[in-house]
Every structure is written in C-alpha cells, then in structure tokens.
C-alpha cells in the first residue's frame, strides 16, 4: 500500500507499507532499498474519491516514523 504526497502534481512525500513495516522516503531520501519516490505526476494516475486520504490522516503517519 502506499500513500502520496502530492505538490504541484508530483510527488514529494510518499509511505510505502508491506509485511515487513514501512518505508518512508522524500525529496531528501529518493530511494530505499528496492522502493523508490513516485516519478510520475498525479495525472498519471487513474484514482477514485476512495483513493484519498487528509493531510491530517498522511501526517499522523509520517510524523511517527
């Protein structure tokens, strides 16, 4: 599962959770192992209204890493 960060269309924040926990990278950190920032923009994606989280609910995740 992942969970995006978006600014002006393209990704600058992103959590990828697996089996084995999560991965936070960033503008600052590109990559991690084998999970990379998304290098498409967000219209590259074809998302439902379900795909969405708040702002609140991204933080909540990444201030705790």
Sequence with gaps: MFYIHFQNGR???QIE???QGAVFL???QLSK???K???HSLSD???DRNDFITKDEFYL???NQ
Excluded: K, M, P, Q
């Design 11 to 13: 990704a600058i924040e």
């Design 17 to 19: 959770v697996n089996s």
């Design 26 to 28: 960033s503008e600052d």
């Design 33 to 35: 192992g084998e999970s």
């Design 37 to 39: 920032l998304f290098e």
């Design 45 to 47: 994606l074809e998302l």
């Design 61 to 63: 995740v990444w201030n």
